[in-house]
């Protein structure tokens, strides 16, 4: 078996440009389990990027200043410029020029448990809390507010101030690990959280970090959730082959696409909302139409694709990670063959790959030009992502398709071949 198509030369694929890695120092006794690095992370803004790194430990590190030194390694004395940078916690930390008051700050924080989910949001101030009766909060965010979310290994949820490094919250009520974080995009400061203990809950941070809902309705641990970029859909995936999409004005569930043979373990919207990819064991990562439940994409990481007895068991390509470039058009996954895939969305096969041993979970910078990808050692590693103008008609397309969803892009009296287009049946 193997990773591309007949029809695809693997010599023909781009290697994505590796720019920089972040190390964790290793002592000669530590332990391999509670290294992961099972969530990475970038500030809406761009300020920051942030990583659990594995024995407790999460860091906070500005994004601009790490660019830098991965930059300075191509052009410093003695380095290779072939070579990228390497920065590890004692080189990362000290011999560095203390920052200003103005200056974004890097930040060490002890978390008290294995970390795994990671999750940043910011505030926006005339978004209020859906909480209306209460006039008093112990906290008042303002507009220059920025949160980082720590899910723990003990079924608590840690709220910190990023640019202080402070502990904020305690959030209290899952009764299991809590496997992945997601902010509202509208800057309302909610919070969902995927738990072990099959449920998800819905936490209201302006109102004092109370639990506004819990969503039931998985069977099994729920490992991931996403919203869109309206706020108004939740999709959720775990230790099932359903997709989850929930209506988060009533917290109600709305449907579940079927289509993956295998646990699925990873999701993420496209930046306009129409489309939805998820990442399966399955060897698979789909990208839907949620909108009408309708497949428009399946990336394949296995041919000839497997049979759904052979996908829904053991095997060495499971998807770990998939994450949607903000440009609407590219795709990474992350896959135990030890590869990382860069997919463009008109596309069957992936546009560029790079090696990746131990992967386990991506995203891309907020501006879309890099993308980071956590291993099991509790190291990141960062590659450009590759780039190309968009047409003036794919930039229409996601203008459109953030305001007008797909049957009211069918209702249009417009040609097929355009309508199609928009709805992206013809990618």
């Not at 995936?237 to 449907?255: E, H, R």
Request: proline fraction near 5%; glycine fraction near 8%; charged fraction near 20%.
């Amino acid at each position: 078996m193997a990773s591309f198509p007949d029809s695809v030369n693997e010599n023909d694929i781009g290697t994505a440009k590796f720019i920089g890695e972040l190390l964790v120092p290793v002592a000669p006794f530590d332990q391999k389990s509670g290294r992961e690095a099972w969530t990475v992370a970038f500030a809406p803004n761009g300020s920051y990027f942030a990583w659990s790194q594995g024995h407790r430990i999460v860091r906070l590190i500005p994004w601009t200043k790490c660019l830098k030194n991965f930059s300075a390694g191509h052009g410093g004395e003695g380095t290779n410029a072939s070579s990228p940078r390497r920065l590890s916690r004692q080189n990362s930390d000290g011999g560095q020029v203390i920052p200003t008051a103005s200056e974004p700050r890097e930040h060490t924080i002890d978390c008290g448990d294995i970390v795994w989910g990671l999750a940043f949001g910011s505030s926006v101030p005339e978004k209020q809390s859906r909480c209306v009766n209460i006039e008093w909060h112990r906290f008042k965010f303002g507009q220059d507010q920025l949160l980082l979310a720590t899910g723990l290994n003990n079924g608590r949820i840690k709220i910190w101030d990023v640019y202080t490094g402070k502990l904020l919250l305690n959030l209290m009520d899952h009764t299991d690990v809590v496997r992945d974080l997601t902010f509202a995009p509208d800057g309302s400061l909610m919070l969902v959280s995927a738990s072990r203990d099959k449920t998800l809950r819905v936490w209201d941070l302006k109102d004092d970090g109370n639990m506004v809902k819990v969503l039931r309705g998985h069977q099994n641990w729920v490992y991931c959730s996403a919203f869109s970029p309206d706020s108004s859909i939740l999709c959720s995936v775990g230790a099932g082959k359903a997709v989850f999409l929930w209506n988060m004005d009533k917290y109600t569930l709305i449907q579940k696409l079927e289509g993956h043979h295998n646990d699925v373990v990873s999701c993420e919207f496209s930046p306009d909302g129409a489309m939805l990819a998820t990442a399966s064991y399955d060897t698979r990562v789909i990208v839907w139409d949620h909108q009408k439940g309708n497949i428009l994409l399946e990336l394949g990481h296995l041919f000839p694709p497997p049979s759904p007895i052979f996908a829904g068991g053991a095997n060495d390509r499971w998807v770990r990670s998939v994450s949607f470039c903000p440009d609407g058009r590219h795709i990474a996954s992350i896959t135990d063959d030890r590869l990382v895939r860069f997919w463009s969305i008109e596309e069957r096969a992936p546009q560029a790959i790079a090696s990746l041993s131990n992967g386990l979970s991506c995203a891309f910078s907020a501006e879309g030009s890099v993308l980071a990808a956590g291993t099991r050692d509790g190291g990141v590693h960062f590659w450009e992502c590759p780039r190309s103008i968009s047409s003036l008609q794919h930039l229409c397309r996601m203008a459109l398709r953030r305001v007008m969803p797909t049957e009211q892009v069918e209702a249009l009296a417009i040609p097929t071949p355009l309508r199609d287009y928009l709805t992206y049946k013809v990618i």
